[in-house]
């Protein structure tokens, strides 16, 4: 009897299994679909500098038209891409439609941040046509290199340290920018800081969350980790900026740039300068601190 039931929970856990299978599979067909027939676009989110309220930069993030689903965010389709190795194609759509849109302008009058940001997964930066494909792209837009800015994660780095680096100081030759993304929340050793020659670090939202609280962890967290990558020359990003606290908290730390829904949400190209200009504090003069690098 036990071993009839046990003999059931086995089929039942195939049967499962089978269905996970499945829907893998009639995902990748499905996406294999979506690149051959043009179902990508780019929403952009632009990255504000807290001193100005301008625009510093537009971060390009992928998402699908799906013809029944509707518009289909990256956490459920960018996995299996990197599973299927579909992504090297989509990637290499995603540099060539980002370097085209920043050299065509945003919007009716053709305004274009000083930076535009690109998401390059592992398996897309491990490939061994990645740097091919960001010279056509750059060649094919005709946008300066410097204008273009890789964003990878740490996680990248523990395949091989050496090799990313070589294709990173590989970019840098090229004056393109690199930056570290989702940083502090990676499984590598803050030692790459000094081997890797990175321009920018993002910091995660998750540190973020709470750190217009004054005196409390996240806040003290931010704090340092914005004095540490200074001193190291960076410039910092700060991420997931969701209401004005958070906003003047990472003004008055120094933060280089913010990104988040309370200046914008990811939108279309021709709405990216619609965002959000937060107020600037008027009698709250922030000190002589312009001596900073950058
Ligand atoms: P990411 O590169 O860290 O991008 C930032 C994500 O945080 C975006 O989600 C953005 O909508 C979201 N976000 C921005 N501000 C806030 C905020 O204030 N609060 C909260 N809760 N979220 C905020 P999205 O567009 O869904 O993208 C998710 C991830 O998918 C990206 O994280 C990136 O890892 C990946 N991704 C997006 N586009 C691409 C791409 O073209 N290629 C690759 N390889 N990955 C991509
Ligand atoms: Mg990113
Ligand atoms: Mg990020
Ligand atoms: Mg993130």
Known sequence: EAKAAGRGC???????????????????RELRQALAEDQ????????????????????????????ERGVVSPGEFVPALEE?????EAGEWVLREATRQMAAGFGADGRAPARVMVNVSPRQFWAPGFLVAVDSALAESGIDPACLEIEITENLLLADLDAASRIAHALRARGIHLAMD????????????????????KIDRVFAQGAEVAGSEAATMVDAMIRMLHALGRRVVVEGIENAGQ????????????????????VLPAQLYDYHRPELPRCRERAADTSRAR
């Open 10 to 28: 086995h089929v039942f856990f195939e049967d499962r299994m089978n269905e996970t299978i499945r829907r893998r599979i009639q995902l990748e």
């Open 182 to 201: 989702d940083f502090g929340t990676g499984y590598s050793s803050l030692s790459y800081l000094r081997e890797l020659p990175v321009d920018t670090v």
């Open 84 to 88: 299927s190795g579909l992504i090297v």
């Open 247 to 266: 906003y003047s908290f990472v003004r008055e730390a120094g933060a280089d740039l913010a990104q988040g829904f309370y200046m914008s949400r990811p």
């Open 40 to 67: 990508f676009f780019l929403h952009y989110q632009p990255l504000i500098c807290p001193e100005t309220g301008d625009i510093g930069g537009a971060e390009a993030l992928l998402r699908w038209q799906h013809p």
